[in-house]
T-cell receptor
Framework: TQLLEQSPQFLSIQEGENLTVYCNSSSVFSSLQWYRQEPGEGPVLLVTVVTGGEVKKLKRLTFQFGDARKDSSLHITAAQPGDTGLYLCAGAKNNAGNMLTFGGGTRLMVKP | ETGVTQTPRHLVMGMTNKKSLKCEQHLGHNAMYWYKQSAKKPLELMFVYNFKEQTENNSVPSRFSPECPNSSHLFLHLHTLQPEDSALYLC?????????????FGPGTRLTVL
């Protein structure tokens, strides 16, 4: 059973479309990170959200942390082929030392 | 370039071979991690080292043996592996707890066990 559930698992869209990826849990996290991983590479951090209700923007990407710090979303506006990759959310807990709990990932393909 | 390097990038080995994976971080971090990533499963934490001391062993089979000689280097010694151990092995490092929780990943070693 995944502590962090990501949906959808797979997403294939056309260039220019918008999309939202969700990361849900029944647990409360002290912070949550989003990573993007390209084929043959390791995950690269996109953003960290810490405060409940927090919204962060990174160009066309908008990240939101739920008010109760149990869930998060990633919204991409006008997706580009360069956005293709595996998107991972990862949560940190105050009682888990420096360990992160990773979601199962959302594999995004943006077709030109 | 994340400041975490891994060698080799690709490794093919037989079930009777012994090999080692190497990870080095240039970020001044004190925590280092080994993860396994396979096609059918999400990222699986294998080992955690804090200040060179192993603080987590996530029920990993003994055919995987980690070594952390100092805070900048981490090894994963492999012996008598099985074909199902074929995966991408990722190393990560992070600052001490309380400094942001972010983990920085290396590019991984793609391991194939024949």
């Amino acid at each position: 059973t995944q502590l962090l559930e990501q949906s959808p698992q797979f997403l294939s869209i056309q260039e220019g479309e918008n999309l939202t990826v969700y990361c849900n849990s029944s647990s409360v996290f002290s912070s949550l990170q989003w990573y993007r991983q390209e084929p043959g590479e390791g995950p690269v951090l996109l953003v960290t959200v810490v405060t409940g209700g927090e919204v962060k923007k990174l160009k066309r990407l908008t990240f939101q942390f739920g008010d109760a710090r149990k869930d998060s979303s990633l919204h991409i506006t006008a997706a580009q082929p360069g956005d293709t990759g595996l998107y991972l959310c990862a949560g940190a807990k105050n009682n888990a030392g420096n360990m992160l709990t990773f979601g199962g990932g959302t594999r995004l393909m943006v077709k030109p | 370039e994340t400041g975490v390097t891994q060698t080799p990038r690709h490794l093919v080995m037989g079930m009777t071979n012994k090999k080692s994976l190497k990870c080095e971080q240039h970020l001044g971090h004190n925590a280092m991690y080994w993860y396994k990533q396979s096609a059918k499963k999400p990222l699986e934490l294998m080992f955690v080292y804090n200040f060179k001391e192993q603080t987590e062993n996530n029920s990993v089979p003994s055919r995987f043996s980690p070594e952390c000689p100092n805070s900048s280097h981490l090894f994963l010694h492999l012996h008598t592996l099985q074909p199902e151990d074929s995966a991408l092995y990722l190393c990560a490092s992070s600052p001490p707890r309380g400094a942001g929780d972010t983990q920085y990943f290396g590019p991984g070693t793609r391991l194939t066990v024949l």
